[in-house]
């Protein structure tokens, strides 16, 4: 990693040094050929902008070839002052190089911003331009004699340019037609460049649009003035003198352009910065639709689409659905099990069957200016698909750190999926054991009802004729059948409560607020119930009069309270059950009673609350659902 940091960082140098040193030759040659300072200044101004923002962007995005077109344009920006130098074969190359600068400008108008071309007419143009220079440029320059042809043939004076080396053909008549024609083949080429760049502009989602308007706006200014300095060329007489006054505008609308270029690059950068807040922004429990519009909103990409992997596989892999549930179909073979890095790309469908899938290098956008980026989860098995504007790839780091907030919101919604389903399927697992417990003691309170209590009940009959027929017999046999008699009762008073406390019947049999008044009509002190006839669901009932027995019951045993209140009302879906009283308070919730007790209201989804201030009495409120 750190040899090539430190080659990329050689190469860098280099080309900086060779823009320099290109910007200084450039300008003494032009002040020799009998420029003003203040052309050669507004010169060294257009040709060194190119170039320290092409440095700044290359540094900043070395894979994006982006940076080194703005370099090369503000090299080759010089390349025609080589005419005067006064070195013949210097002013040869110069002379043929003249226009470079212009194909190099129109490779960079039709690659911005990712660095490449989308389209094949685009690579078109892109080649023709440099051909154009290299076949027409040499043509004209075989038959430029700069001493003939005198300044009109050139931008500079040449007054001191100095003799052609590859001066072949000594006729001026050619010249001026090869002349000519180079420089209308250069309009014929502009005006493919302008509808290369609105074919562009029209197929261009808002993501691209946003990064392209700015430097946009600038070479419209520039190549129109561009084009009105050819047709100066072109006809003199019409539009003599108008160089004097475009010469300056054009200039300086030509170094508008790689600062809006590189504007635009750097926009693109700072939304790195937001993605960071992508995570918090999408909040605790981020929904698919959410982080789709966070997405949007994060890269300025209103056409983006986030599609999950669905858990399902089709003929040609994954399957994955948009926010609404409804499948995305993208190219067979985009997507296929891999450990590769996150933000793989894809072409997107765009409703071609035919789209075909490609790697990262080289990266090709589909056919509507879209691409798919791939989210891999930590096993390489895709998680997600973005669907995107593919200008957003030129910078891959963006998408890199796109993918990487996604897969943690993922992650995190996920965990919380899987908590809730644990936590759910503990509360279920609770509920049954609950519904097992109440199941169990009624049948406890049946079987007592039935057997136990039954027998005794026989006995106390049987007890009682004896002691009808024992009447005028032995005294203390009457005596010792009576206490019997008196203790059996006992017995079963005792037995009765204990199957009342374990389920009573008058709880299944009438309901919640007749069992709480029963309950509370066996109390020592007074206890004021206000309860409903209504019913609720039987676990939801025998959770309540437990919270309401325990409640009391730890009143009685603790508080010694004077009296208390028992409130059992229906509140929105939610059974609320307040049980409050004027005793000593400071019960601890953390107490083993009552954390039971809010165990068991847990169990069933209910909440209970706890306020027991010392000397101030007890107040426990539990909420129960009743759905």
Same mark, same amino acid.
């Not at 212009?102 to 989308?118: C, S, T, W």
């Not at 700069?146 to 001026?172: I, K």
């Not at 417990?437 to 007890?463: C, I, K, N, P």
């Given at each position: ?49 190119? =170039?320290?923002?092409?440095? $700044? ?39 043929? @190089? ?26 078109? /143009? ?33 007054? !001191? ?61 520039? %190549?129109?003035?561009? @084009? ?28 508008? $352009? ?17 993605? @960071? ?29 986030? =599609?999950?992997?669905?858990? *399902? ?5 994954? /399957? ?17 099990? *891999?450990?590769?890095?996150?933000? !793989? ?6 409703? *071609? ?26 096993? @390489? ?5 973005? %669907? ?14 796109? *993918? ?12 919380? !999926? ?23 003691? !009624? ?61 009573? =019947? ?23 119930? =206000? ?15 437990? /919270? ?22 229906? %509140? ?6 307040? $049980? ?48």
């Amino acid at each position: 990693m750190r040899a090539a940091s430190g080659h990329r960082t050689a190469e860098w140098s280099v080309a900086a040094a060779g823009a320099v040193s290109a910007g200084a030759v450039g300008s003494w040659a032009y002040l020799r050929a009998g420029a003003g300072p203040a052309d050669v200044a507004r010169d060294l101004a257009v040709g060194w902008s190119f =170039a320290g923002a092409g440095s $700044v962007a290359w540094w900043l995005r070395p894979a994006n070839p982006t940076g080194r077109l703005m370099l090369a344009e503000g090299v080759t920006w010089f390349v025609g002052n080589l005419q005067g130098t006064g070195v013949p074969i210097v002013f040869a190359l110069g002379a043929w @190089g003249e226009a470079l600068n212009l194909a190099v400008l129109a490779h960079l108008l039709l690659v911005y911003p990712e660095g490449r071309a989308d389209d094949r007419s685009e690579r078109w /143009v892109i080649r023709t331009g440099y051909a154009l220079v290299a076949v027409g440029g040499l043509v004209r320059t075989l038959a430029y004699d700069p001493a003939v042809e005198g300044a009109d043939a050139s931008y500079l004076a040449c007054g !001191r340019c100095g003799p052609n080396a590859l001066l072949l053909v000594h006729d001026h008549r050619f010249f001026a037609v090869a002349d000519l024609a180079y420089r209308w083949a250069g309009v014929v080429l502009t005006v493919a460049v302008l509808v290369s760049l609105v074919r562009r502009w029209r197929t261009s989602g808002l993501a691209r649009r946003r990064i392209l308007l700015p430097a946009w706006v600038a070479v419209a200014l520039a %190549v129109a003035f561009v @084009g009105w300095e050819v047709l100066h060329v072109l006809t003199p007489d019409t539009l003599a003198g108008a160089d004097t006054y475009l010469t300056v505008p054009s200039d300086l609308s030509q170094v508008a $352009v790689p600062v809006t270029f590189l504007i635009g690059l750097l926009r693109m950068r700072l939304r790195r910065a937001s993605v @960071g807040g992508l995570v918090i922004a999408a909040g605790d429990d981020p929904t698919p639709r959410r982080l789709q519009e966070e997405l949007r909103r994060a890269l300025g990409d209103p056409t983006l689409r986030l =599609a999950l992997c669905s858990g *399902s596989t089709g003929r040609h892999g994954a /399957v994955f659905t948009d926010p609404g549930g409804a499948p995305v179909r993208i190219a067979s073979g985009a997507v296929g099990p *891999s450990t590769a890095d996150d933000g !793989r790309d894809a072409t997107a469908d765009s409703g *071609s069957r035919d789209a075909e899938s490609m790697e990262v290098a080289p990266y090709r956008a589909g056919p509507r200016g879209q691409a798919v980026t791939v989210v891999r989860d930590g096993r @390489g098995a895709p998680e997600a698909l973005l %669907v995107h504007d593919s200008a957003l790839h030129s910078d891959p780091h963006l998408m890199r750190a796109v *993918s990487a907030a996604l897969r943690l919101c993922l992650r995190d919604s996920r965990l919380r !999926r899987e908590s809730d389903a644990l936590a759910s399927r503990a509360r279920e697992a609770q509920r049954r054991l609950l519904r097992a417990a109440d199941d169990e003691r !009624r049948r406890l309170e049946r079987d007592l009802h039935d057997g136990a209590q039954a027998r005794l009940v026989f006995a106390l009959m049987g007890l009682a004729r004896l002691r009808a027929r024992l009447a005028d017999g032995d005294a203390a046999l009457r005596s010792d059948v009576a206490e019997t008699e008196r203790t059996l009762r006992e017995a079963l008073e005792e037995l009765r409560d204990l199957a009342h406390g374990i389920h009573p =019947a008058v709880l299944a049999r009438a309901g919640l607020g007749p069992a709480v008044t029963a309950l509370a009509e066996r109390c020592p002190v007074p206890v004021v119930v =206000a309860a409903g006839p209504e019913r609720y669901p039987e676990l939801v009932e025998s959770t309540a009069y437990f /919270v309401v027995c325990e409640a009391v019951g730890n009143a009685m045993r603790h508080a010694r309270p004077r009296a208390v209140g028992v409130t059992v009302r229906p %509140v929105g879906g939610r059974l609320v059950v307040e $049980v409050s009283d004027d005793g000593r308070g400071g019960a601890d919730p953390a107490g083993g009673g009552l954390r039971g007790l809010a165990d068991r209201v847990a169990a069933i989804g209910g909440t209970l609350e706890v306020s027991s201030a010392p000397g101030d009495g007890t107040r426990i409120r539990a909420e129960l659902p009743c759905g």
